[in-house]
């Protein structure tokens, strides 16, 4: 499951808002605001888009209260982090674990060194 940054800076706003209030209607404007005390300035109908691009991929889900929509993810951050390590996996290592592994130890041992 591949996401851009603004998706994925969205999906942190859902998460974030919700581990604040689990019972929360999560709206559109809700996001606009939360990133933009990030220092993240986007349109409301730039965020609206791709809210609904995140709802076609079923990554989030919307629901109407009223006249007014509302957005919960469709897995949480753990869930999200399992699947995109299970796709990258098998992108770039025919599934093989091992060999991702192995990649990361190489590429990324400055990193690990610690």
């Known amino acids: 499951m591949v996401c851009g940054k603004l998706e994925m800076d969205i999906l942190n706003s859902v998460w974030t808002l919700t581990e604040q209030n689990e019972d929360s209607d999560i709206s ?3 996001v606009v605001d939360y990133l933009s005390q990030s220092g993240i ?3 409301y109908t730039t965020i609206k888009t791709v809210m ?3 709802t076609v991929k079923s990554i989030l889900v919307r629901y109407k209260v009223g006249k ?3 957005y919960k993810a469709a897995m949480d951050r753990h869930e999200m982090a399992a699947e995109s390590v299970k796709d990258l996996c098998g992108r770039f ?3 093989s674990y091992t060999e991702m592994i192995r990649f ?3 590429e990324c041992s400055e990193f690990l060194v610690g």
Do not use: T
């Open 52 to 54: 609904d691009r995140l």
């Open 68 to 70: 007014k929509f509302f």
């Open 41 to 43: 300035e986007r349109a």
């Open 93 to 95: 290592f025919n599934g």
């Open 104 to 106: 990361i130890e190489r």
């Open 28 to 30: 559109i404007q809700d």
